[in-house]
């Protein structure tokens, strides 16, 4: 999760939404960055030596491009790196764990997502809290159960387990969920092929997402590698759709003057931020407002 981040609810400049065939959603290119940190390099004492810098780990830098509200259905309009995009087929698989235990708040993935086993819900059943591997959605959901050999072919979540046991910790004899194996997209007219983690710009993949029960709700693009920014080179991303510039570094109070695309901010020990809206940036500031609870703030 980001730290402390910069918040703006506004579009970067020359990004875009672009409306859905409803008239009412809207996909919207969003940025998120977390995880970033002052450094120094070191001379040849091993002491810091010259200006201090910022490093965004791999995996910190993604762009996401996601509904605002929903999802993204086959044959609507979305958008990547400015580019009116269409999805013309999705192609899922479900993956399975089997045989394994989880405690209550442990973690683990499965699908596209992330499953958080909570203790057993009003009826006895585990109850869960899901996520989308970018932190599209954090919510508690009830989890359909059935006898061992007796799960359906279609169920109405696509998200179940098969369950010998649920207390302090849930004992599984299976547990499914979808991921999407590629989509088809048509993006400036001319037709495409995503698949997962496949290299979308040098050092850069690109990760279509879905919610548990199969929905497509967006595409995001992260770094595989880390990040080093500097006052005395701006970094252009994405073919120039980006433009990240390191104004200036206080190390004492630890704020970071930076842009994006010329527009400015003013960052704490980084340049962790949200930027934009989507499905993708509400999400994540749901966890962040759910950790700030747990943690005692207000």
Request: proline share 9%; charged share 20%.
């Amino acid at each position: 999760m980001p730290r402390d981040p910069v918040i703006d609810a506004r579009t970067l400049p020359g990004w875009r939404e672009v409306p859905m065939n409803d008239g009412k959603n809207r996909t919207i290119e969003s940025l998120v960055i977390k995880g970033s940190r002052i450094v120094w390099k070191k001379g040849a004492d091993g002491k810091p030596a010259g200006p201090p810098l910022v490093l965004i780990p791999a995996g910190g830098l993604v762009y996401d491009a996601t509904p605002l509200d929903t999802h993204l259905p086959v044959g609507d309009r979305g958008v990547l790196f400015g580019k009116t995009a269409v999805l013309e087929k999705k192609e899922l698989a479900e993956e399975t764990c089997r045989n394994f235990s989880v405690l209550a708040g442990r973690s683990f993935p499965v699908g596209d997502s992330v499953i958080t086993y909570l203790m057993p819900g009003p009826k006895g059943g585990p109850l869960v809290l899901w996520r989308t591997v970018d932190g599209v959605s954090v919510r508690p959901h009830p989890l359909d159960l059935y006898p061992a050999g007796k799960v359906p072919t279609k169920t109405p979540t696509r998200i179940f387990g098969v369950t010998t046991h649920a207390g302090q910790i849930a004992e599984f004899q299976s547990f499914s969920a979808p991921y999407i194996q590629k989509e088809i997209w048509r993006i400036g007219g001319k037709e495409r092929t995503v698949s997962a983690n496949a290299l979308w710009f040098p050092h850069f993949r690109i990760v279509p997402v879905s919610c548990p029960i199969g929905h497509h709700i967006g595409l995001m693009v992260t770094n595989d590698v880390p990040i080093l920014l500097d006052p005395e080179h701006p970094m252009n991303l994405f073919d120039g759709y980006l433009t990240i510039r390191l104004v200036r570094v206080e190390s004492k109070s630890g704020k970071v003057r930076f842009s994006l695309n010329g527009r400015s901010y003013t960052g704490t020990r980084g340049i962790d931020g949200l930027f934009g809206r989507g499905r993708a940036i509400t999400g994540i500031r749901h966890t962040l407002d759910t950790l700030k609870k747990l943690e005692g703030g207000t």
